[in-house]
């Protein structure tokens, strides 16, 4: 999925945007205090605008040319969708930045492949403290055949299973600790005239959320990672095969909302669902955080808000303390810039992505950021239910031996709209597992 759209990054009421803020005025747009200079003129950084990202992006640099005033690093900063289309032009023609900021994943794993990018092996070597003060579970999608290329930067959202503490309450029932549960318990919502789930399933990346979790809690963190690097009939994996059956089960039951298919999540229609107590339980980014606070009346300030890390399936592989989502955004070195202008990007990196004035500024924004020192700074949260809620987050994050990418953005282009369509068509179960595998199986490796 992509954490840029902005229905998916509203976080606390202390910062209405997430860590991977993206929106913002039309770009490109010069740094302030910058020379605006083009790839190739000196070492170069290229990000992301809008709140609170651009501007604690801005402050690191500032940091950095203030403290090495000989060796400058310049910036531009881009709308969402421009700078998606200027990066991949700009590296294509080897006239990138010499800091490459992106999502890690399936978009690295081309660059890679394109020998456009730097190996950072060695750069985590030679800076151990470093690599082993941010989370671990941010580091598999900055690997690609067993090499970093990438250093994880700014702020971690996993996927979480929220509930209405009121809609248990009714029932007399407790939250899931297991798939049989989740299954036990759509009866009787709906038999109470509650929906067991919210979906915004128009926006397919919704749904998506819960295979990523099936096939992680019955085949384990192998089984996409198999996919993820081009496994021959992945997708008909007997595990795979089992989630989505185990899935559609779900859907047959009755347990998301009438209707789910035309629901949008852009327009936070399915947050409503939940808050307003139409809806007992909802699987979604932690992003959505902010919106259930500030448009949920008393949702969350009166303590009805509930959530938890995704529950077991009865005999599956995965460990229950793995997670899905945004593990971090990445920054790499350009291949094609000069020896020079490595180095310079090389001490940004190592001094001035993830300082302590950085993670300050993430947490009080309200994110975690990727570094294992974020726990320290929730002590200046005062809100009890933001400080718990990011407790929460951090604990996820920082416990998951596994914290698996997005499926659109660990995947290629092609295979990740092929894979949106057909997550479509199985939860209108207009097609079967089977034909589903069968439809991603042909687009493993393109």
């Known amino acids: 999925m992509d954490p840029l759209k902005t229905s998916r990054r509203t976080f606390l009421s202390l910062a209405a945007v997430s860590a991977l803020a993206a929106c913002g005025t039309s770009g490109p747009k010069t740094t302030p205090g910058s020379t605006g200079a083009a790839a190739g003129s000196g070492a170069t950084y290229w990000f992301l605008t809008g709140q609170p990202g651009q501007t604690i992006r801005e402050a690191q640099v500032k940091r950095f040319n203030d403290a090495n005033p000989s060796t400058q690093l310049k910036t531009n900063s881009f709308q969402n969708d421009a700078f998606k289309q200027k990066i991949k032009t700009a590296i294509g023609a080897g006239q990138g930045p010499t800091l490459i900021w992106g999502w890690g994943g399936g978009g690295l794993k081309s660059y890679v492949q394109a020998g456009q990018v730097e190996d950072l092996t060695g750069f985590f070597e030679q800076n151990a403290a470093l690599k082993e003060s941010i989370f671990p579970s941010s580091f598999p999608a900055a690997t690609v055949d067993g090499k970093l290329y990438a250093m994880p930067v700014e702020t971690t959202t996993p996927i979480v299973l929220f509930y209405d503490k009121r809609a248990f309450d009714k ?90 298919s035309s629901i949008t999540a852009d327009s936070n229609a399915d947050q409503a669902l939940l808050f307003t107590g139409r809806a007992a339980m909802m699987l979604h980014g932690a992003w959505t955080y902010g919106n259930m606070k500030a448009s949920g009346k008393d949702f969350v300030t009166g303590g ?63 994110n975690i950021a990727v570094a294992k020192r974020a726990k320290d700074r929730l002590s200046s949260i005062t809100d009890k239910n933001d400080a718990e809620w990011l407790k929460f987050i951090y604990d996820t994050s920082a416990n998951a031996k596994v914290f698996a990418q997005s499926w659109d953005q660990a995947l290629s282009p092609t295979q990740a709209e092929t894979l949106l369509d057909n997550i479509a068509k199985l939860f209108q179960l207009s097609i079967s597992p089977q034909q589903f595998a069968d439809n991603m199986n042909a687009v493993i490796g393109k």
């Not at 798939?179 to 397919?204: E, H, Y």
């Open 171 to 260: 029932i007399g029932a407790q939250p899931p600790q297991s798939w049989g549960d989740i299954m036990d318990l759509v009866p009787k919502f709906n038999g109470a005239g509650i929906a067991p789930f919210s979906l915004g399933g128009q926006s397919r990346w919704t749904s998506m959320m819960w295979l990523e979790f099936l096939f992680d809690r019955i085949g384990g963190a192998e089984l996409f990672q198999g996919i993820f690097d081009g496994k021959a009939n992945g997708w008909s994996d007997p595990s795979a095969l089992k989630a989505l059956d185990e899935m559609q089960k779900l859907i047959k039951a009755g347990g998301f909302i009438k209707g789910f």
């Open 304 to 366: 009805h808000l509930g959530y938890m890390n995704f529950p077991g399936v009865d005999g599956g592989k995965g460990d229950p303390s793995d997670t899905v989502g945004n593990p971090g955004a990445y920054l790499s070195i350009s291949s094609k810039a000069s020896d020079a202008d490595k180095e310079i990007a090389k001490k940004f990196l190592a001094n001035n992505t993830l300082d302590d004035a950085s993670v300050d500024e993430w947490v009080k924004s309200g």
